[in-house]
């Protein structure tokens, strides 16, 4: 395949691999809090890095929200947040 990020099936495999991760530290965390540093919004965490975070069974998420790193106005991140 020569660009497997544009096929819907790879994306999902990929999506269910990270999703399996998570969910195995999220069932072996014990009284500790799961957290994770994400990309800065859900539809971009899907697109640049295959997160697909607000399914995963995190205490807390980072969101990543770097401005510059999306090319976006200061605005954008009233918007993200």
Request: charged residues 30%.
């Amino acid at each position: 395949m020569e660009d497997p990020t544009v096929d819907q099936d790879w994306r999902e495999f990929r999506y269910e691999g990270i999703q399996q991760i998570v969910s195995s530290a999220a069932k072996n965390k014990g009284d500790k809090l799961l957290s994770a540093a994400v990309f800065a919004t859900p539809e971009l965490a899907r697109k640049y890095v295959r997160q697909d975070w607000p399914k995963w069974d995190l205490d807390v998420a980072f969101p990543m929200i770097h401005h510059n790193f999306y090319d976006k106005p200061i605005e954008w991140v009233k918007t993200a947040t």
